[in-house]
């Protein structure tokens, strides 16, 4: 059972020379990290897509950036869902100051999950 999505909602254009995200269709079944063997860079396909357009994917799946070779940038907005009890990959909530919890509405450390304790 999936635990998490990943999901680019893509604002340049995303193209094979711009560095389009890297992907090993069929690799979530693996449940491992890549190894040489697998020669992740030589079958990889690529998440190609125009501004405006979502690429949705299990995080499982093997994938990464690729190198932009074009005149352009490649930016998009990454969003991870996750259940609230799975830790995510970056701990966004550890980049804001005291004063800026301190001056937040009483409902919005909630919304932003600062009041929800890992399991450690």
């Known amino acids: 059972c999936p635990m998490n999505a990943h999901v680019s909602v893509i604002l340049d254009p995303f193209t094979v ?9 069929g ?7 890549p190894t040489a063997e697998d ?7 690529q998440m190609i897509g125009e501004p ?3 690429a949705l994917f299990y995080g499982v799946t093997w994938h990464c950036a690729m190198p932009n070779k ?12 996750l ?11 550890a980049q804001l100051s005291q004063s800026f ?11 932003l999950a600062l009041t929800h304790h890992y399991p450690q």
């Open 27 to 33: 690799s979530q079944k693996e449940l491992r990290y």
């Open 17 to 25: 020379e711009s560095g389009a995200t890297g992907y090993m269709p």
């Open 70 to 81: 074009s005149d352009h940038d490649h930016n998009a907005v990454l969003i991870q869902y």
């Open 52 to 54: 405006g357009d979502v």
């Open 101 to 111: 919890i301190d001056f937040l509405r009483p409902d919005i450390p909630t919304l």
């Open 83 to 93: 259940p609230k009890w799975v830790k995510p990959m970056e701990d966004m909530t």
């Open 39 to 45: 020669k992740f860079y030589d079958t990889c396909s």
